[in-house]
C-alpha cells in the first residue's frame, strides 16, 4: 500500500465536491459493493456507515446521512480497508478525512478526552497540555550530550523529530533516551528542535481538526527553515506519515525516515555491540503507519532477530494483516467514550493474540503503543508474564552496561 | 508543396503534433487496443504504421520534423519481443545515434522518442503520448518550415553575393 | 510534392454505426477528400465492410475507372484484407488500397469533434497522397506441410488432437507432465451436469493413445520453435523417463515392488494430500499408462545404492533403463495449436486468508481431490484431524477481481463453488457457506445450476472474506481449537458476519502459466494485459493470432469452462484444417528487394538479416536477396546507405508521401 508521488500528489486538496478529478478519486466508482473494507475494519461491527455504505450513500447523494453519525469516530486509521480493497481505493487516505471533518462539525459535542487533547495542542503544541519550555527537560535524565538547535544552530546531519509522547510521557521517555544513546554509540550526526517543536500535526489532521493541523504544519515549516540538516528522523511513525503524505503539499521536500529503519541501515554496525543476552520470547507488534501505510516489516524484525538470545513468535494477525492498537484516528483520546458505548478496546482485543503466542515481551516500535498495551496488560492481569518494550529500549538492554 | 493541397487546421490555435512510427506487431496492436479499450488520450498523434521498428530511416524522422512534426514518437516491441528478432535494436542503436545528431542540431531531446510498448499495453501508448504532448506544450512549436521560409531568404540574399550564379546552378541540375 | 496526375482514386468513409460518425463530420470529411487530387469519387457510408459496401467499391470502380481505392474506417489489421479483395473483385490490384484507422486511432480515443475532423482530413490526405504511389503486386504462396503440432495435454489439446486426426492429419501431441487430461483429469464432477470428470474424459484419453495419427509425447517439452506458417520446424525434448515406453506393459508392479513400501513425496496429482513413491503414475487411468522415476527421489539415480526391485520385478521386460538420457526429436509442421492451459492463483500470496498457516484452510483444487473416489480419502471429506467438518465456509474470487492479485473474473469458480458447495453438502451434511461478490451464472444451463444448488439449502452470504483468524481469538466464544472465524460483511443485510467454520475451501482463480512469457517468446505471439495469450481479434479471430499458422485453445487464451474449451479447441483445430487443406498460404508481398544497379557491394546490409535472407553474389560483388525466406521486417532496407535496398508495401516513397500528407504543413 505504498503510495508513489503520482498518488501522494492526488490526496491534496481534495474535497468532496471534486472527489472525482483525480484518477485516485476517481477509483471510488470501481467500488463493487464487496464489503471488504467493512468486513475489515476493526471497528466495523460497531459502524453504522463502515466504508462500502459511505461510497453507496455518496453515490445515491445520500452523503449528509452520513456526516450525522459518529461512525467514523470509530474510525482509527489504520489503512487496513484501503489496503484490503480489491478495487485499490485510497479510502484511508482520501475519502474517510473529508467524512470525518464533516461529522466533527455536526458533532453537538465532541467527546471530552478528545476535546481536551485538541485544546491542549492549540495551546501548547501538545497534546499533554505541558509546558512547551519542557520539551527537552527529558534530556537532563541521561549523559549523553545532546544538541539543541536553537543553542547551537550549526548544520547537521539528522534532525532527530521526537515528538510529544517521546519528549513528555514518562514511557516515551525511556524510548527516547534508548534512540538517543544508540544514535550516539553508532556516531551519527543529530539534534533535536528541543523547545521549539511542536506536534506534527498527524493526530490533529485525523482527529477531524484540519485546521489545527495546517497551524502545526506552518509552525513547524518556520522552524526547520532556521536551520541546516540532511534529513528528518523520528520514532514516531505519525510523524513519519504526516512528513511524508501532508507537508510536501506545503512544499516541504526533506527526506524523512523512521528510527526504526534509520537504525536497520546501520545494522551491520550495530549488531556487535548488542553483546548481552537476552531470553526473550519476543511477539512484535506491527505499528498500522510503519507497516501499512510505509511497508517496514522486516526492519524491525531483523532489528529484534539480531538480538542474542531472543526468539521471535509472530502473532495470527501480522505484517500487513496486523491489527490497529486501537490509538490512531484520535483514538488515543477515545477510551471512555468506547467504553461508554460498550466497545471493547483494540488494544485489549490485541493483547488476547500476544497471550496466545505464549511470548514474554511484546515489542513495539510506535509511542503510542507502549502506554496502550501496558494498560491492556494490567486489564488482563498479565503483568508478571508480559513486559512491553519498544525496539529502541530492547537493543539498549542488549548493549549492556546501560 | 503543391498549392492544391490545403491544410485543414489553419483555424485553430498551435497544438503539438506529433508523428508516430509505429511496429505493426506491438505498439500498432496497442494503440489499437487503447481503442478498442476506448481509452482517452491526447489526439495529437499521427501515426504510420511499418513492419518493423527497424524499418524506420532515420530520414523518415527528419522528414517528419522539416515537414512541421513538432515531435517524433518510435514504438517498437520490447527488447527480445520483436516480432522479426532484432528489428527493435536496430531501431535502437539509429535511435541514439540519430538523438544525438538532432540535439546537435539544437532541436530538444524530449521531441524525439522511443518508447518499447507490447501489444498488450494500450494503457502504455496512452500514458506515452500524453506525457510527449504535454511536454511539447511547454517547448512550444518546433515549426522548422517556417525557419526554412526564413532559410530560404538567406539563401536569396547569399546567392546574390555569388557572380554568375545561375550558371553554377545550372551547372549543378546537368 | 506532385499532384496525383492521372491516378484515379476512390474515397470512402465508413460512419461504421455511431462509432466514427457519431463524433466526427464524416460527409465533412468526403467531401474535403474530394477536393484532393485525383480523387474522382469521395463517399460516406454506413458499414463500408457489410456486403453493401463493398459492392459500392466494387460498382464504383468500374463506373469511374478507378485506380486507387481509399477506406477511412478500422484498423487495416481488422479490415484491410476485406478491401482488397473488394478491390481485387472490382478488378484491380489488391494492394492499390490504402486504409486510413480514423476509428481505433480516432473517434475511439479522443473526444474533440472538431479537431478530429481536422485529423482525419490530415490522416485522409496523407493516405491519398500515399495510394498514389502503390505498386502492383503479386501475392505470394508458400505450401503448407500438412502434421501439426499440438502442445499441452489437457481436455484443449486433446480434443483439438483428436479432431485434427479424425480428419486424417498426423497430430503430435506434446505434454509436459507423465500423462495427458491436464487439470480435468484432476476434477471430480463437472458443473452444471455434474457428471464425473474421469468418466467422460479418460475415453477420450484412451482414444489418443490408439489414434493411428496422433503421436502422443508426455513427459516431454517443446525447446525451440523455427520457421514460420506452413513451415515449422520445431525441437522437441522428451525428458529421461527411466521407464521405456515401448516395452513397458503398463503391470504398474514396479511400482509395488520399490523399496519404498510407502508413499514418501507428495503426490502432485492430488495437491500434495498424499504421499507417492519415487516410480509412480500420477492416477490409475493415466495415458500412457507407463510409470515415470523422479531423478531426485529414486535411490539408484541419486545414490547408486538401491536393491533395484523394480529392474527384478519387471524382468525380462526390462522396461525399466536407469541409463535412459533426454531425446530430442525435430519434428516438421505447418501449423501449431497452443493448448498449454492454466495454475491456479497461489493462495498464499493473500496473507489474510490464512491457506498455509491453518490446516483447515483449503483450495478448490485440494477438495476436488478430497471429494473424488480415486482421491486420498477414498472421497471422504475429512480434516487433517480425522474429524468431519461440520460448518464449512467457501470463498469465491480468490486471487479474481483484484487490482492488487489478478483484475479479472476466472468465470468458472461461481459455478464450481456451487459444485464444491453442493458435493460437500452431500457428503459430509455439513452447513455450508458461500461468500460470493456478485453471482456469476452465465451460460447454457448455467443459471438453472444456480437455483438448484442454492435451493439444496446452502447460505449464500454477499460479502467478500476479509479476514480469517482462529476462533481462539475471539473473545465472546468459547473457541474450539482447529476452528478458523470467518469475518465479512453481509452486505445485503449490513452487518459483520463472524462465522466459525471447521472447513475454508478458497476457490482461486485462474492465472496464465508461470512460464506462459518463455511459451509466448518461443513462438512469437503475444500475450495479453493479464498475461494470457493474445487472441488475433476479441470476437472474430478468437483461436488466431498475430503470427500466421499459430492458433490457440483453452485456457491459455483465458479463463473459460470445460464446454467453451472444448468448443475453442475443436474452432482452432478447425482453423488449422482450414489452413492445411489449403495446402499452400498467401504471403504477405511485403518482402524486401534490391535495386541492383545502386547497390555498391558494401555488404552491410547482410549481418542485419535475422534470416539470413541476404547472400552475397561473388560474381556481381553485389546483395541478392531471396524473398522465399524474407519476412519483410524492412531493417536492411532502412540500414542500405546507397537506398538501394527497396521494400514492397513500404517504399519509401510511399511513407515519404504519408508524412508529408499528414503534416501538409500550415
Not at chain 1, 503539499?249 to 527526506?255: I, L, P, R, S, V
Not at chain 1, 503466542?357 to 494498560?375: G, I, M
Request: with cysteine.
Amino acid at each position: 500500500m505504498l503510495a508513489g508521488e503520482e498518488v501522494i500528489e492526488q490526496m491534496w486538496g481534495v474535497s468532496l465536491d471534486r472527489l472525482y478529478d483525480s484518477d485516485e478519486g476517481q477509483r471510488i466508482l470501481s467500488c463493487i459493493q464487496c464489503g471488504t473494507c467493512a468486513g475489515a475494519c476493526p471497528y466495523g461491527e460497531h459502524m453504522l456507515y463502515p466504508p462500502r455504505r459511505i461510497i453507496t450513500m455518496l453515490k445515491a447523494g445520500l452523503i449528509e446521512d452520513v456526516f450525522d453519525s459518529d461512525s467514523l469516530f470509530k474510525c482509527v486509521n489504520c489503512y487496513t480497508c484501503m489496503t484490503k480493497c480489491p478495487r485499490n481505493i485510497r479510502l484511508t487516505e482520501i475519502l474517510l478525512p473529508l467524512v470525518k471533518e464533516q461529522s466533527a462539525v455536526r458533532l453537538e459535542e465532541m467527546p471530552a478526552e478528545l476535546q481536551k487533547a485538541i485544546e491542549n495542542t492549540y495551546r501548547y503544541g501538545n497534546t499533554y497540555g505541558e509546558s512547551a519550555r519542557k520539551r527537552a527537560a527529558w534530556i537532563e535524565t541521561i549523559e549523553v550530550p545532546i544538541r539543541i538547535l536553537a543553542k547551537d544552530p550549526a548544520p547537521v546531519d539528522i534532525l532527530w523529530f521526537v515528538e510529544c509522547d517521546l519528549s513528555y510521557h514518562p514511557r516515551g521517555q525511556a524510548a527516547a533516551r534508548a534512540t538517543a544513546l544508540l544514535f550516539h554509540l553508532l556516531g551519527l550526526d543529530f539534534a533535536i528542535l528541543g523547545p521549539e517543536e511542536r506536534c506534527a500535526g498527524d493526530c490533529g489532521r485525523l482527529s477531524w481538526e484540519p485546521g489545527l493541523a495546517e497551524t502545526l504544519v506552518d509552525y513547524n515549516l518556520s522552524i526547520f527553515d532556521k536551520y541546516t540538516f540532511n534529513r528528518i528522523v523520528t520514532n514516531d511513525p505519525h510523524a513519519l506519515d504526516a512528513f511524508k503524505f501532508r507537508y510536501p503539499m506545503f512544499a516541504f521536500k526533506h527526506k524523512t525516515t523512521a528510527t526504526v529503519p534509520e537504525l536497520y541501515a546501520h545494522l551491520d554496525r550495530l549488531k556487535p555491540m548488542l553483546t548481552k543476552k537476552l531470553d526473550y520470547l519476543v511477539t512484535y507488534h506491527d505499528s498500522c503507519c510503519l507497516g501499512r501505510h510505509n511497508g517496514f516489516y522486516d526492519e524491525p524484525r531483523a532489528l529484534l532477530e539480531a538480538i542474542p538470545g531472543v526468539r521471535l513468535v509472530e502473532m495470527d494477525h501480522n505484517r500487513e494483516n496486523s491489527i490497529c492498537c486501537g490509538g490512531g484516528g484520535g483514538g488515543m483520546w477515545l477510551d471512555t467514550w468506547y467504553k461508554q458505548q460498550g466497545i471493547e478496546r483494540l488494544s485489549d482485543r490485541r493483547l488476547r493474540e500476544v497471550i496466545a503466542t505464549r511470548a514474554n515481551v511484546l515489542a513495539v516500535a510506535c509511542p503510542y503503543e507502549v502506554s496502550r498495551f501496558e494498560d491492556a496488560v494490567k486489564l488482563a492481569g498479565y503483568e508478571d508474564r508480559i513486559i512491553v518494550r519498544d525496539i529502541t529500549e530492547l537493543l539498549v538492554e542488549a548493549i549492556g552496561g546501560h | 508543396m503543391n498549392e492544391t493541397i490545403e491544410t485543414t487546421q489553419t483555424a485553430q490555435p498551435w497544438r503539438p503534433r506529433i508523428v508516430a512510427f509505429f511496429c505493426n506487431w506491438c505498439t500498432y496492436t496497442a494503440a489499437d487496443l487503447a481503442g478498442v479499450s476506448r481509452m482517452k488520450y491526447a489526439p495529437n498523434t499521427r501515426i504510420i504504421r511499418v513492419m518493423c521498428s527497424g524499418r524506420i530511416d532515420p530520414q523518415f524522422v527528419l522528414e517528419a520534423l522539416s515537414e512541421g512534426a513538432d515531435g517524433v514518437l518510435i514504438g517498437g516491441c520490447h527488447p527480445g519481443d520483436c516480432h522479426y528478432a532484432e528489428g527493435n535494436y536496430k531501431a535502437l542503436r539509429r535511435f541514439h545515434l540519430l538523438r544525438r545528431m538532432l540535439i546537435g542540431m539544437g532541436i530538444d531531446e524530449k521531441r524525439f522518442r522511443l518508447e518499447w510498448i507490447s501489444a498488450s499495453e494500450g494503457d502504455k501508448v496512452k500514458t506515452v503520448i500524453n506525457d510527449m504532448v504535454e511536454q511539447l506544450q511547454q517547448l512550444g512549436p518546433l515549426d522548422i518550415p517556417a525557419r526554412r521560409k526564413a532559410w530560404d531568404v538567406e539563401l536569396e540574399e547569399a546567392k546574390a553575393q555569388v557572380p554568375r550564379y545561375e550558371e553554377f546552378e545550372e551547372a549543378a541540375h546537368v | 510534392m506532385k499532384g496525383n496526375g492521372d491516378i484515379r482514386i476512390g474515397f470512402y468513409i465508413c460512419h461504421c454505426g455511431t462509432n466514427i460518425a457519431g463524433l466526427i463530420d464524416v460527409a465533412r470529411i468526403a467531401e474535403y477528400a474530394g477536393t484532393l487530387p485525383g480523387v474522382v469519387v469521395a463517399r460516406d457510408y454506413k458499414y463500408m465492410c457489410s456486403d453493401p459496401g463493398q459492392d459500392l467499391l466494387r460498382e464504383d470502380i468500374a463506373a469511374y475507372h478507378l485506380m486507387r481505392i481509399v477506406v477511412a474506417s478500422c484498423s487495416p489489421l481488422l479490415h484491410e484484407q476485406t478491401f482488397r479483395r473488394a478491390a481485387e473483385k472490382g478488378g484491380i490490384n489488391p494492394y492499390f488500397v490504402q486504409m486510413v484507422n480514423i476509428r481505433e486511432h480516432g473517434t475511439w480515443v479522443h473526444d474533440d469533434a472538431e479537431y478530429m475532423t481536422g485529423k482525419a482530413m490530415d490522416m485522409v490526405r496523407a493516405a491519398v497522397l500515399r495510394v498514389y504511389a502503390h505498386q502492383p503486386l503479386e501475392r505470394k504462396q508458400v505450401p503448407i506441410t500438412p502434421d501439426v503440432l499440438i502442445v499441452g495435454g489437457g481436455i484443449a489439446g486433446i480434443h483439438a488432437a483428436l479432431t485434427m486426426a479424425d480428419a486424417g492429419k498426423h497430430v503430435y501431441l506434446v505434454e509436459r507432465e507423465p500423462t495427458i487430461g491436464g487439470h480435468m483429469a484432476q476434477f471430480d464432477k463437472t458443473f452444471p451436469t455434474l457428471d464425473c470428470a474421469a468418466c467422460i474424459l479418460t475415453p477420450k484419453m484412451t482414444a489418443v493413445k490408439a489414434h493411428p495419427n496422433i503421436t502422443l509425447w508426455t513427459w516431454s517439452e517443446v525447446e525451440k520453435v523455427d520457421g514460420f506458417i506452413g513451415n515449422f520446424t520445431v525441437t522437441v525434448k522428451r525428458k529421461a523417463r527411466y521407464v521405456d515406453e515401448d516395452l513397458c506393459v503398463g503391470c504398474m508392479e514396479c511400482i509395488e515392488a520399490c523399496i519404498y513400501k510407502q508413499g514418501k513425496f507428495p503426490d502432485e496429482f492430488n495437491m500434495g494430500l498424499s504421499k507417492r513413491k519415487p516410480i509412480f503414475i500420477p492416477f490409475p487411468q493415466a495415458v500412457p499408462p507407463v510409470p515415470v522415476i523422479d531423478p531426485g527421489q529414486c535411490l539408484h539415480l541419486k545414490k547408486g545404492t538401491c536393491k533395484d526391485t523394480c529392474v527384478e520385478i519387471c524382468a525380462d521386460r526390462k522396461a525399466i533403463n536407469f541409463e535412459q538420457e533426454p531425446e530430442y526429436k525435430e519434428i516438421e509442421v505447418g501449423a501449431i495449436i497452443l493448448a498449454t492451459g492454466f495454475t491456479p492463483f497461489d493462495a498464499t500470496r493473500i496473507p489474510y486468508y490464512g491457506y498455509g498457516k491453518y490446516p483447515n484452510v483449503y483450495t478448490a483444487l485440494e477438495l476436488e481431490r478430497l471429494v473424488n473416489a480415486s482421491g486420498p480419502t477414498g472421497g471422504e471429506v475429512r480434516l487433517p484431524d480425522g474429524r468431519t467438518p461440520e460448518r464449512v465456509a467457501i470463498v469465491h474470487c480468490v486471487g479474481s477481481r483484484d487490482e492488487h492479485y489478478n483484475r479479472w473474473c476466472s468465470r468458472v469458480c461461481c459455478m464450481y463453488s456451487m459444485k464444491l458447495a453442493h458435493l460437500v453438502k452431500e457428503k459430509t451434511h455439513a452447513e455450508i457457506f458461500n461468500f460470493y461478490i456478485d453471482m456469476r451464472a452465465p451460460g447454457k444451463s448455467m443459471e438453472e445450476f444456480y437455483n438448484r444448488i442454492s435451493s439444496e439449502g446452502i447460505h449464500l452470504v454477499r460479502g467478500r472474506v476479509a479476514d480469517v483468524y482462529p476462533e481462539t481469538l475471539e473473545k465472546k466464544t468459547n473457541g474450539q481449537i482447529g476452528r478458523v472465524i470467518v469475518q465479512a460483511e453481509d452486505t445485503l443485510i449490513g452487518r459483520i458476519r463472524k462465522i466459525p467454520v471447521d472447513m475454508l475451501i478458497l476457490s482461486t482463480g485462474l492465472q496464465p502459466r508461470i512460464d506462459a512469457e518463455e511459451i509466448r517468446r518461443m513462438f512469437n505471439i503475444s500475450c495479453s494485459a493479464g498475461g494470457f495469450f493474445l487472441e488475433r481479434h476479441p470476437k472474430l479471430a478468437p483461436v488466431n493470432t498475430f503470427t500466421d499458422g499459430i492458433f490457440l485453445a483453452g485456457t491459455c487464451q483465458g479463463p473459460k469452462d470445460i464446454p467453451d474449451t472444448v468448443a475453442q479447441a475443436g474452432a482452432a483445430a478447425s482453423e488449422a484444417l482450414a489452413l492445411i487443406d489449403r495446402g499452400v498460404f498467401e504471403l504477405e508481398p511485403n518482402t524486401a528487394y534490391i535495386m541492383e544497379d545502386d547497390c555498391s557491394g558494401c555488404k552491410s546490409c547482410i549481418p542485419l538479416c535475422p534470416y539470413t535472407a541476404i547472400a552475397f553474389k561473388e560474381e556481381k560483388q553485389k546483395a541478392e536477396i531471396n524473398e522465399a525466406l524474407c519476412k519483410g521486417c524492412g531493417t536492411c532496407v532502412a540500414s542500405c546507405p546507397s537506398g538501394s535496398i527497396r521494400q514492397h508495401l513500404f517504399e519509401d516513397e510511399e511513407i515519404y508521401r504519408e508524412i508529408r500528407g499528414l503534416l501538409a504543413y500550415a
